[in-house]
């Protein structure tokens, strides 16, 4: 969490720990690992009075088996995970789709509907999240499964594209053409957002 104490020592944990414990390709193995997370930022947090109460949201993305509705075999799928408001979007046919929900004030807001969009967008209290990594000893997670077409793209970021950079990612356009297929995409993603006034931004393309 940008500006919280300990946020970095947070997200770096809770990517160690998801590049070590997450072994075997399903969804239970996702969810697990992203618990083991939780707990390692919980427990580290708890013995260092620097960086007790440090949090850090997390968008996370995988390829698992499928199952057909008789439990048999199929396409391999895509899952998204998320907690907090770190999103997962997904490039089809030209359109960009967010596949995630916000775990934040305003988002609750916005789907109560108490607060319109463009409201939600300037709200003093955007940058409140009502669920993080580490801060508690448990976690929800949220998962999203995907069936994956030929040419789609996902796009994985903080809030730092979304938000601080005033500008929605469902209304930019298309990729650039030439991009690698995959891998960090500083110049695609995170440069105009810093160019709009974002200072954060974090994200990652694939296909």
Request: proline share 6%; glycine share 12%.
């Amino acid at each position: 969490m940008g500006g919280h104490q300990g946020g970095e020592v947070a997200s770096k944990l809770a990517v160690d720990v998801l590049r070590t414990a997450y072994a075997d390709t399903s969804a239970d193995a996702l969810t697990d690992a992203i618990s083991d997370a939780n707990e390692r930022i919980h427990d580290v947090g708890e013995a260092d009075p620097d960086l007790r109460g440090m949090g850090t949201t997390l968008v996370a993305a995988a390829v698992v088996p499928g199952e057909d509705g008789d439990g048999s075999a199929a396409e391999a799928r895509l899952l998204v995970a998320n907690v907090g408001d770190s999103r997962a979007y997904l490039f089809r046919d030209g359109g960009l789709t967010q596949l995630t929900e916000d775990h934040s004030m305003v988002a609750d807001l916005l789907r109560e509907g108490r607060i319109s969009e463009e409201e939600a967008e300037v709200h003093p209290q955007r940058n409140i999240v009502t669920r993080v990594l580490g801060v508690y000893d448990q976690v929800d997670i949220d998962l999203w499964p995907v069936r994956r077409r030929a040419g789609d793209r996902l796009l994985l970021c903080s809030d730092g594209l979304f938000q601080r950079g005033r500008r929605r990612p469902d209304r930019r356009g298309a990729p650039p053409p030439g991009r690698p297929p995959g891998g960090s995409c500083p110049s695609s993603c995170a440069g105009p957002t810093r160019a709009a006034g974002g200072t954060t931004s974090r994200c990652w393309c694939s296909t």
